[in-house]
């Protein structure tokens, strides 16, 4: 318990200082030089779906006790999102493209019988 408080403070410092490096552009940035972002329908528009989507997720996940079923509501609701918005083809693209290249890794890994760093 005391190992874990000390580790907090030691490390309460640095997170001040990555929330104040992430203030700092996104102040400047929307609401500085591309404010009239949020002024656009389509950001409040596409703003209210997202949360929408996130709100169904998670309402799936506190009062559906199956997981699968819950597993298929947010991925069916993910889906229709990205297919509302036609991005769906190119995130299905960059999953498959981001597996077959662990898969590689894996197999290269495998046939040169390279062991993991660090265990």
Do not use: D
Not at 20 to 27: E, H
């Amino acid at each position: 318990m005391y190992q874990a408080l000390k580790t907090c403070l030691w490390a309460a410092p640095f997170v001040a200082l990555s929330l104040l490096f992430q203030i700092l552009p996104f102040n400047n940035m929307l609401l500085g030089v591309y404010k009239w972002h949020l002024t656009q329908p389509e950001t409040v528009q596409g703003g209210m779906e997202l949360i929408g989507v996130y709100v169904l997720c998670c309402a799936s996940l506190v009062w559906i006790r199956n997981n699968t079923v819950v597993v298929l509501i947010i991925v069916g609701l993910t889906g229709l999102y990205l297919q509302l918005h036609h991005v769906l083809v190119s995130a299905v693209c960059a999953v498959l493209y981001v597996e077959i290249l662990a898969a590689f890794g894996a197999r290269v890994s495998r046939v040169m019988r390279l062991e993991p760093q660090g265990e």
